[in-house]
């Protein structure tokens, strides 16, 4: 019957991932070889490698609906919510991605390392919603400035890089255990937001 091989093939390849987010949970990525996740999933290794090309595309495939919905999210978030207050409305770009982060330092470390990563279908994927993120600040500045909520010759542009740095402060941050709860990580997150907004946001 058509169809059945590409089900075995989905089923082959949900049972791997299924053991491999077990895995990842019980004992960390770095413990984790491929060979045990795929004695788990009962196949051969190289069946694990022919849905994922490598270690790093599982714990990517893991999050794909987390990453799916963190940019539906943004883009919700930067063209439709009111700004209201401008510090929360740029944070609100940002802190699901580090609400994510901190659940899960081993995928925060792919942030910090995504220019290494080896390419594939899955990393590409990964790296498309890190474009996006940056691409939704950018945005969120721009809207901030069509809105009248810049300072006169603010650049949006360099406001929101900045932002992204702030960010990536942040994931080292929480990576090197000096930001490891929520708390620290936020207050610091949003004291540098507003330092850095105080000098191109409008007085509106």
């Not at 942030?111 to 990964?126: A, E, H, I, N």
């Amino acid at each position: 019957m058509v169809g059945r091989p590409q089900k075995r093939t989905r089923e082959t390849r949900d049972k791997i991932l299924a053991e491999a987010v077990r895995l990842f949970s019980a004992q960390g990525f770095e413990a984790t070889s491929v060979d045990a996740v795929a004695e788990a999933a009962g196949v051969a290794k190289a069946t694990v490698f022919a849905h994922f090309a490598d270690k790093t595309s599982l714990l990517i495939a893991a999050r794909t609906a987390d990453l799916e919905q963190l940019e539906v999210a943004m883009r919700a978030h930067v063209a439709r919510t009111p700004i209201g207050e401008t510090r929360d409305y740029i944070a609100g770009v940002f802190r699901p991605w580090l609400a994510l982060y901190r659940s899960d330092p081993d995928f925060a470390r792919l942030y910090l390392v995504q220019s290494t990563l080896r390419d594939g279908p899955w990393t590409r994927l990964f790296l498309g919603v890190c474009q996006a993120m940056e691409e939704c600040a950018l945005e969120a500045f721009a809207r901030l400035a069509r809105e009248g909520r810049l300072a006169p010759g603010a650049d949006p542009d360099l406001l929101a890089q900045g932002v992204l740095a702030f960010f990536y402060h942040m994931i080292v941050g929480h990576s090197l255990g000096a930001l490891p709860g929520e708390d620290e990580q936020l207050a610091l997150f949003d004291g540098l937001l507003s330092n850095w907004l105080s000098a191109g946001a409008s007085a509106r």
